[in-house]
């Protein structure tokens, strides 16, 4: 591991993103659904062994994981990463950590006696369902985390789904804060954000924290902490924008006024991202294109707005270059990007 020169140290789920294009009505047969769901791990294998002997569905398998994905996105940035989480005894945790190590991240990574996690995004012309089986990385403690790791570190990163280990993420954010580390969390999810709202609010209270979230996952957080019930399910992302600017936006400005931290940055996909900081809102637009894929662009955003942290950039300089790398991951499957793809980024990563 490069030690004390590791800039961004990512901490959360260790996952083998599997992307496929299949017929729905073999899913409906699984009792695959819904958008986003968990599947048990053995009827998780039995698909990805089913997929590997079909050739039609174009399957892919990449390292994944949002702290996983921020760190690989990072070092694509120039930015020393490392990336930490528990993998099982197979040949996936190989392509995890092959693919990690190919571009630069260090992969320090505990091994369980289980297997390791794997999540499927399984695509059609006009719907994606992901189902999740997360295996070994559930195995991830506070254990597995030395205090060397720090050393040097400019910012951490948390994937929020640790918020259901309360010792571990208590652990990382003490650990980090007690160096002056500023803590980048991900919300995850708009179910993890409603139940984990007083959590996320404690951490901002006490520690120096970057809190990520998506439209969806702001408004419901804005939501459950004025217990009202704002609807997301049907809106566009127009008006989800004008009610986070009309709205959330006032409410939420109020945690960040007097000090540095927290920082809340909202992601807006198409419609750009607003950064609030120091009791001030920024807006940062951004042009919208018709995405591929919009697995990986959310993480891709982070990536880039932390690396421009780290080297002193101004926050709209920050979720300007968020949006813009972001883009770049609207037509690949998760984070499998080509060589050389984020090159011309490589002059504001100095």
Known sequence: MRGHSTELLCFGNAIVDVFAAVDFTWLDSLGITEAVQHIPYDQARQILETLRSDSSSGMVLTSGGAAANVAKIAAMLNTKAAFSGCVGNDELAGVLEQELSTVGVDPLLAKSTGETGLCFAFSSPHETRIAASPGASLEFTETDICEELFSGAEAVVVDGYLLDRGPLIQHIMQLASSRGIPVALDAA??????????????????????????????????????????????????EKEMLILKEVCPVLKYMTEGEIFPIIVIKLGGRGAVVL??????????????????????????????????????????????????RQFLEVPGTRIKDGKLKSFAKYFR
């Open 277 to 326: 900081a120091g009791g001030t809102v920024y807006r940062e637009e951004t042009f919208t294109i018709i995405p591929r894929n919009t697995v990986g662009a959310g993480d891709a955003f982070c990536a880039a707005f932390l690396s421009a942290w780290i080297r002193g950039r101004s926050i709209q300089e920050c979720a300007d270059l968020g949006n813009r790398v972001a």
């Open 189 to 238: 999810s708009v179910f993890q954000i409603r139940e984990k709202t007083e959590a996320v609010l404690h951490y901002s209270r006490n520690y120096p924290l970057i809190i990520f979230m998506n439209a969806d996952e702001a408004i419901t957080f804005y939501s459950t902490i004025k217990k009202s019930s704002a609807r997301i399910e049907t809106a566009s992302e127009r």
